[in-house]
């Protein structure tokens, strides 16, 4: 069964704007931690933004102030707006979710998403 459903990929202009979302089955039950990684070709997979229960938030220093997550509890779904879009964000941007708070790296995921393509060129 699909449990993490994500869209809103894409090509943007530098400087450009994106909005990622991600659609979290009820079978999973009640998610803790919701959040992005992303992996640029060559490189390890990366923690890009969090939600926590709560409704606390944490974000790579690389997009503080340029990305912005969100949680919608009633839709079980997370958002990604993205704005001032670099090259260097260009990269397969996954959906995650965890039953569990503390979410930093790939091996604390519980839940993937199969990814969606963001690329920033001209």
């Known amino acids: 069964q699909v449990q993490l459903v994500e869209s809103g990929g894409g090509l943007v202009q530098p400087g450009g704007s994106l909005r990622l979302s991600c659609t979290a089955s009820?079978?999973?039950?009640?998610?803790?931690?919701m959040g992005w990684f992303r992996q640029a070709p060559g490189k390890q997979r990366e923690l890009v933004a969090v939600?926590?229960?709560?409704?606390?938030?944490n974000y790579a220093d690389s997009v503080k102030g340029r990305f912005t997550i969100s949680r919608n509890n009633t839709e079980n779904t997370v958002d990604l707006q993205m704005d001032s879009l670099k090259p260097e964000d260009t990269a397969l941007y996954y959906c995650?979710?965890?039953?569990?708070?503390?979410?930093?790296?790939?091996?604390?995921?519980?839940?993937w998403g199969q990814g969606t393509q963001v690329s920033v060129s001209s």
């Open positions: 995650v979710a965890s039953r569990y708070l503390g979410v930093t790296t790939p091996a604390n995921v519980e839940f």
């Open positions: 009820r079978s999973i039950g009640i998610i803790y931690t």
């Open positions: 939600w926590i229960r709560g409704g606390s938030t």
